[in-house]
């Protein structure tokens, strides 16, 4: 069974930089063909692609609103995909979700919680 775990967020003033983890289970890195992308929520708005990050080609694809600013990567050896967001703006808030499509399936995480405020 596939699970996936995000942490990592938390308050942050506008200009900082946060990290998002997504550990995965049930599958290795390594071994399968997936696609994982990180979605944001705000309240009152519909569910955003941020990011996301294809195997085995490692290829990577932004969110006009974050590129420049956030980056996706992966580390196979911990089975763990991150979410590097530098210079937070205020309009970043939001829920953030990770999500995988392996083995012709979605997961979701539970997704954690962003907050960009002075």
């Known amino acids: 069974q596939v699970q996936l775990v995000e942490s990592g967020g938390g308050l942050v003033q506008p200009g900082g930089y946060l990290r998002l983890s997504c550990a995965a289970s049930g599958f290795t890195f390594s071994r399968y063909i997936y696609t994982i992308r990180w979605y944001r929520q705000a309240p009152g708005k519909e569910r955003e692609l941020v990011a996301l990050?294809?195997?085995?080609?490692?290829?990577?694809n932004y969110a006009d609103s974050v590129k420049g600013r956030f980056t996706i990567s992966r580390d196979n050896a911990k089975n763990t995909v991150y979410l590097q967001m530098n210079s937070l703006k205020p309009e970043d808030t939001a829920i953030y979700y990770c999500n995988a499509y392996v083995n012709w399936n979605h997961y979701w995480g539970q997704g954690t919680q962003v907050t960009v405020s002075s």
């Open positions: 990050i294809t195997s085995p080609s490692g290829n990577t």
